[in-house]
T-cell receptor, first 112, second 115 residues
Framework: GENVEQHPSTLSVQEGDSAVIKCTYSDSASNYFPWYKQELGKRPQLIIDIRSNVGEKKDQRIAVTLNKTAKHFSLHITETQPEDSAVYFCAASRTGRRALTFGSGTRLQVQP | NAGVMQNPRHLVRRRGQEARLRCSPMKGHSHVYWYRQLPEEGLKFMVYLQKENIIDESGMPKERFSAEFPKEGPSILRIQQVVRGDSAAYFC?????????????FGPGTRLTVL
C-alpha cells in the first residue's frame, strides 16, 4: 500500500520567514495530494491540494510543488505569521482508492 | 451550508462498553470516510462508505469495529467492548461524487476516552 513520509517533524521560524515542509510517497499511481492544517483540538482543514497533472499551485502565501519523477511534494508558506502555527499534514491518494494516506505531521511554530 | 457534523464531540466509556459515533456529511456529499487519530499522531484511514455500501474497509480492525451509512440518517461508527487503546479522536470526512478523487472535508471529530 501507499506510504507517505513527512519532514521535518517540527519546524520553528521567525515571523516573516518562509517555511517548507516536504513529503515523499511510495505509490507511483498516486495522483492527488492535499495538505491539511490542524490547530490544537480542531478538525483538519484543507489549505491547498494538487493533482498530478500540474507541477505547482499557488494560493496567496501558500504554494505546493510536485515532482512525480522523484515522488515528492512540498508545501511552501511565505511571510509566515503567528496564526500559521499549527500541525500540517500532507496526504496522498489515487483514482480508484479514495482513502487518504497521511504523513506523520509537521508542527510549525512561528515566533513573533 | 453546514459542514460535516459529528456527535457526540466527547464520549467517555468504561472498558467493555459500546461506543457509537455519528457523522452527517455535507449537503450534496454522498461519500463518507472515517479516520482515527491517536494522541500526537497522524490520521489513519479506517473505512470508506457510500449510502448503504461499504466500499473500502481495509483500515478497520477486524474485530469489535463496524460502520454503516444507511439510506436515511447519519453514518455510524460502532466500537463494541471498548478497550483503553481505542481512546483517540475519530474524524469523519465527506466528499462529492464527481468520478475523480474529490476533496475530503473533515468534521470536528469525536474524542473517545475509555476509562
Amino acid at each position: 500500500g501507499e506510504n507517505v513520509e513527512q519532514h521535518p517533524s517540527t519546524l520553528s521560524v521567525q515571523e516573516g520567514d518562509s517555511a517548507v515542509i516536504k513529503c515523499t510517497y511510495s505509490d507511483s499511481a498516486s495522483n492527488y495530494f492535499p495538505w491539511y492544517k490542524q490547530e490544537l483540538g480542531k478538525r483538519p482543514q484543507l489549505i491547498i491540494d494538487i493533482r498530478s497533472n500540474v507541477g505547482e499551485k499557488k494560493d496567496q502565501r501558500i504554494a505546493v510543488t510536485l515532482n512525480k519523477t522523484a515522488k515528492h511534494f512540498s508545501l511552501h508558506i511565505t511571510e509566515t505569521q503567528p496564526e500559521d502555527s499549527a500541525v500540517y499534514f500532507c496526504a496522498a491518494s489515487r483514482t480508484g482508492r479514495r482513502a487518504l494516506t497521511f504523513g506523520s505531521g509537521t508542527r510549525l511554530q512561528v515566533q513573533p | 451550508n453546514a459542514g460535516v457534523m459529528q456527535n457526540p464531540r466527547h464520549l467517555v466509556r468504561r472498558r467493555g462498553q459500546e461506543a457509537r459515533l455519528r457523522c452527517s456529511p455535507m449537503k450534496g456529499h454522498s461519500h463518507v470516510y472515517w479516520y482515527r487519530q491517536l494522541p500526537e499522531e497522524g490520521l489513519k484511514f479506517m473505512v470508506y462508505l457510500q449510502k448503504e455500501n461499504i466500499i473500502d474497509e481495509s483500515g478497520m480492525p477486524k474485530e469489535r469495529f463496524s460502520a454503516e451509512f444507511p439510506k436515511e440518517g447519519p453514518s455510524i461508527l460502532r466500537i463494541q467492548q471498548v478497550v483503553r487503546g481505542d481512546s483517540a479522536a475519530y474524524f469523519c470526512a465527506s466528499s462529492q461524487d464527481t468520478g475523480i478523487t474529490d476533496t475530503q472535508y473533515f468534521g470536528p471529530g469525536t474524542r473517545l476516552t475509555v476509562l
